[in-house]
């Protein structure tokens, strides 16, 4: 069985040695999440020098993609994607096969924490749409806390906007955590929350998931994806 493996969480827009493979080699690639390009917003919100770096990126890879694409319509080439987004892009010279994370390990009981809190974690960065999360402490009760775990460059934005809303007391920031400390967060809160516009597979959604915890996050195909296989019983 002469197969090539590719193990990359790379969407098609980043280049891949995929495009130098023989077209008589059976191979396959993955696993792939993504093919959900930078949202307006989140360009937005970059500086200057993100604006620039992030154009000359899509100029410099775009013809990769169709060579990428090409390839997969010609060649042996198989898919193995971690959600429907990439199924529809590749059509069908795509595999759906759901890539499950590291979790096995996961044996601890959600056990909620007298002092109601929601709990959030990732970087501190636009596509994490932090700000969704913090805005809604408005619409709840005055007695729940937020919780965010992770540290990045929108940190003080984030705090601005915290101040804004009246909500110090309310929203916390905890800042970059080991994993272990992580997780006994999420496992006394009463709630994870993920708000990402664009990850094609969270890896602490799917540790909630897989935790039983409730979970509020939007519908995007990566998520959908986690929440479809990360837990049968969920």
């Not at 892009?89 to 044996?107: A, E, G, M, V």
Request: aromatic content about 10%; some cysteine; proline content about 4%.
């Amino acid at each position: 069985n002469d197969a090539i493996h590719h193990v990359t969480y790379s969407g098609d827009w980043n280049i891949s040695p995929i495009i130098f493979l023989s077209r008589y080699q059976k191979s396959y690639w993955g696993p792939v999440g993504g093919v959900q390009k930078i949202t307006f917003g989140e360009f937005i919100e970059l500086d200057f020098v993100g604006m620039v770096i992030e154009i000359l990126r899509t100029i410099i890879v775009s013809p990769f993609r169709r060579i990428q694409r090409l390839k997969l319509k010609k060649y042996n080439i198989e898919i193995l994607a971690t959600n429907d987004s990439v199924v529809n892009y590749f059509s069908k010279t795509s595999k759906s096969q759901y890539c499950p994370n590291l979790i096995i390990d996961l044996n601890k009981k959600h056990t909620p924490a007298k002092n109601r809190y929601i709990f959030t974690s990732g970087r501190l960065i636009p596509l994490k749409n932090f700000k969704l999360v913090i805005r809604s402490m408005k619409y709840l009760e005055d007695d729940i806390e937020l919780l965010i775990a992770g540290e990045g460059f929108l940190k003080k934005q984030l705090e601005k906007l915290v101040a804004k809303l009246d909500l110090q007391s309310r929203v916390k920031f905890l800042g970059e955590l080991s994993r272990e400390k992580s997780l006994e967060f999420l496992l006394k809160s009463q709630v994870f929350v993920f708000t990402s516009i664009r990850d094609s597979h969270s890896w602490s959604l799917a540790e909630a998931v897989h935790c039983g915890i409730p979970v509020a996050t939007l519908g995007t195909p990566g998520n959908l994806a986690v929440l479809k296989h990360g837990n049968p019983s969920y």
